[in-house]
């Protein structure tokens, strides 16, 4: 028995990425519109350069202006802790209160609005690349959600380029996403075995591509040209809709009631996976807090019961349809989940919203958690979508994994060869 826990002592040792990893804790049901950016105009998946500014915000939908604290952690490509202790990439220190925020003002729903910049006057710096988790505690030091974010080193350059997928059988429905890393200062050595790369869609962190290695060297650069392999479904351009006057019916609105709080219902939406694709301009499943009767839409945005009504008339067996999109950091839950309704045999959802203009769509969602994005919607190889590619490098006897550079590409430019 000592020899067999002696070997997988060893074994643990020898193979780190054994290890469990982490996920993000989604929030509450109180703490809503958590919004989470670097330097996009738009709240999405962090991804900074060294020194520049990460920003949080959420809202505590429960009035008890509670303290809350933050804790960031270090990990590795595969989301498994890396070995930096809290001193080697945080220049200052962390587990601090969130200090600034803010009550409502003239709204029905009363909540706190909390502000979290960094750096700040506690953590000064991130002072090493890489893949970080911030943690929200309560005052209890119980975690209430976390969130993950990226930290870059603009050493190499990555030229990224949407194709067609050449497979017959998904041309008109899939994208592949094909790129060029360019270190003209940093020699990759051994690049099979010490880089990696990240590949997203619209910066949906849960659909990732990340086992892509380089397929042939020319110089300084790596060729990723792949096809299926590094393809998505194209998907299709996102439902909407634009409540900044939550008096009036407008964009995707059919109508406004008034009790506790304001109630929006929508017009019914259809499924679109068999009509012909149309163009229609989106944020890519992004959202943008806002009222127009207000100077500070952060405090003074309404919360929302918005209702949404969808036809859809196919057997779904025991899976299940839920509306898919960043308002959430794309999370299925209970909050997301339609139920079929026998009166007006069509699928119901009521949930809460902050005042302002969302993106989202239909997915269906297996027992296993898989989700089918394009059952409801469609998937169309024209659809616009916005793709990065992470570079992650680790130098032989290095400690943890760099993030050395970043690309994006845009399907509007997509092309055939």
Known sequence: MGKILLVFSLFLAANPYVFAQVDEIPPPEYIRTVQFKGSTSQSQ??????????QMSFDALNGEEADYYYVIQH???DWTESDLSKGEYLNGFDDVRIETYENSLNTLQIFSHYYLNIPNRETRAITKSGNYLITIYN???????SRKFMVIENIAGVEVAIRRSRDLNFIREKQSVQFTINSPTLQLINPKQTVKTLVMQNSNLKSAITDLKPQYTIGTELI????QESSFWGGNEFN?????DVRAANNGIRSVDLNDLYENYLFSDISRADRPYTYNPDINGN???RNINAQNPSIEAEYVVMHFNLQYYEDIGDK???IYGNFNNWTIDGTTYLVY????????????????FYNYKYVLVDRDGSIDEGAICGNFWQTENEYTVLVYYRALGSRYDRIIGVGIGNSTNITNN
């Open 224 to 227: 990723y040209r792949y096809d």
């Open 45 to 54: 998946l962090p991804i900074i350069r060294l020194g520049e500014r990460l």
């Open 320 to 322: 299940e349809i839920h």
């Open 287 to 289: 959202f943008v807090v």
């Open 240 to 244: 909407n809709f634009d409540n900044k």
């Open 75 to 77: 990990y590795n490509f």
């Open 341 to 356: 309704d026998d009166y007006s045999d069509s699928y119901r959802l009521s949930r809460l919203f902050k005042q302002g």
């Open 139 to 145: 005052d209890d030091g119980h975690p209430v959600f």
